[in-house]
T-cell receptor
Framework: GEDVEQSLFLSVREGDSSVINCTYT??????LYWYKQEPGAGLQLLTY?????DMKQDQRLTVLLNKKDKHLSLRIADTQTGDSAIYFC??????????FGAGTTVTVRA | DTAVSQTPKYLVTQMGNDKSIKCEQN?????MYWYKQDSKKFLKIMFS???????INETVPNRFSPKSPDKAHLNLHINSLELGDSAVYFC??????????FGSGTRLTVV
């Protein structure tokens, strides 16, 4: 989407950390999300962060938010082959619409 | 015990036909959505309903008509199907201040 941008591809070696970056334009965004989509499957909510937070950690996942720069990142520690998927960044500035980025395809190589 | 379920999972149909996709959620959410994912994996909102009331209609052709008989259901009816309607359609639901839960998608192929 034009309001949310993310790089299209990331290749990472198994065991390394992955960092997926996202920028958004809407300064009134209240929630920011990361979704994972495996081939042929639906969208799985990985984590989300409220705009007044700057970091959230959940097991191998760390979300960093720089509200001033409107930059969101998702770090996956100890990346595994099962982490290969498309990762979507999304933002919500009202209760009735979620705007998605184009998705980052993460490929984990042995 | 599926949270957001949509049927059918796959739909292959000829141009010009009319088809429906059904969606049900058992999460008690008051807002439901339809999203379209195109061949490039881009996701775009089509409609959102809050308490059975249409809130967002994102310039979707009027061949697409959503219907929400109650808070737990949001169906999508498509008239006069065109080749360009081929996509994966996702239903979702949410509660205010929470994450959105998506169904597993309906892959529509128009031939």
């Amino acid at each position: 989407g034009e309001d949310v941008e993310q790089s299209l591809f990331l290749s990472v070696r198994e065991g390394d950390s992955s960092v997926i970056n996202c920028t958004y334009t809407d300064s009134s965004s209240t929630y920011l999300y990361w979704y994972k989509q495996e081939p042929g499957a639906g969208l799985q909510l990985l984590t989300y962060i409220f705009s007044n937070m700057d970091m959230k950690q959940d097991q191998r996942l760390t979300v960093l938010l720089n509200k001033k720069d409107k930059h969101l990142s998702l770090r996956i520690a100890d990346t595994q082959t099962g982490d290969s998927a498309i990762y979507f960044c999304a933002e919500s500035s009202n209760d009735y619409k979620l705007s998605f980025g184009a998705g980052t395809t993460v490929t984990v190589r042995a | 015990d599926t949270a957001v379920s949509q049927t059918p999972k796959y739909l292959v149909t000829q141009m010009g036909n009319d088809k429906s996709i059904k969606c049900e959620q058992n999460l008690g959410h008051d807002t439901m959505y339809w999203y379209k994912q195109d061949s490039k994996k881009f996701l775009k909102i089509m409609f959102s309903y809050n308490n059975k009331e249409l809130i967002i209609n994102e310039t979707v052709p009027n061949r697409f008509s959503p219907k929400s008989p109650d808070k737990a259901h949001l169906n999508l009816h498509i008239n006069s199907l065109e080749l360009g309607d081929s996509a994966v359609y996702f239903c979702a639901s949410s509660v205010r201040g929470g994450g959105y839960t998506f169904g597993s998608g309906t892959r529509l192929t128009v031939v």
